[in-house]
């Protein structure tokens, strides 16, 4: 897939009409073209605690922001033929229908996908928070839940793992290890690598085992791991 739009809401509540923000990422020919971010006036107008919490938005940002139906006028045009992708798509694509309800708007059937599930395939092993996935794929997050941020990690994981051949991107929990202790200067601990990539301890301490067999790792002192040169 190498023209797509990833799309990433923010909510201001617990209903899912009530998005609050919109980020949006076109890609063409596996590059980013262009892109779009609005605050949007949510539906119910309030904010709970937890939302605010995550996404730092509050009722101020938002009171004078303009209501979905405006927001979405300005990109529909661009999305004519263009499959839709998020980071769990469960979410988003229920935002996006519910507020098409909500205004009574005719809902155009986006095709949807991703990359959370696709991630999933990809690499069974490990969490796959959006932070942890984009900086598989070689993406440094830096601003985790803001809209547009997040649209943008999503297309580079995108990116990188749809494409016409199946599952291109694979890599095995060793090769994920040996990548994060190349990128590293100082070694780490199978604990430290196990929080960075979101793996179990078990999986890792079997990839640095792996990776010792192999010769590709090596231990300056005790139970401190490092990329070895070759």
């Not at 009409?17 to 919109?22: D, K």
Request: aromatic fraction near 12%; glycine fraction near 4%.
């Amino acid at each position: 897939m190498k023209d797509f739009a990833a799309i990433d809401f923010e909510t201001a509540n617990n209903e899912p009409t009530s998005v609050c923000s919109v980020g949006i990422v076109f890609v063409h020919d596996c590059q980013i073209v262009d892109s779009f971010y609005s605050l949007i006036k949510p539906e119910p107008e309030y904010y709970n605690y937890w939302c605010t919490q995550v996404h730092g938005l509050n009722e101020a940002d938002t009171h004078n922001a303009p209501l979905f139906p405006e927001v979405w006028a300005q990109v529909a045009p661009k999305l004519q033929g263009l499959p839709l992708i998020a980071h769990n798509k469960a979410f988003d694509e229920n935002c996006l229908k519910a507020v098409f309800r909500c205004y009574q708007m005719d809902y155009p059937n986006y095709p949807f996908y991703c990359t959370l599930l696709k991630s999933r395939r990809v690499w069974p092993c490990g969490r796959h928070n959006l932070d942890i996935i984009a900086d598989r794929c070689g993406y440094s997050l830096t601003n985790h839940h803001h809209a547009l941020a997040d649209a943008e990690a999503c297309a580079a994981i995108a990116i990188k793992l749809f494409n016409p051949a199946d599952d291109p991107y694979f890599m095995e929990p060793s090769d994920i290890v040996l990548q994060k202790l190349k990128c590293k200067s100082e070694p780490l601990k199978c604990v430290q690598l196990s929080e960075l990539l979101g793996m179990d301890r078990k999986n890792v301490d079997l990839a640095i085992r792996r990776l010792k067999a192999e010769g590709k790792v090596s231990s300056p002192k005790r139970g401190f791991w490092q990329a070895n040169e070759y």
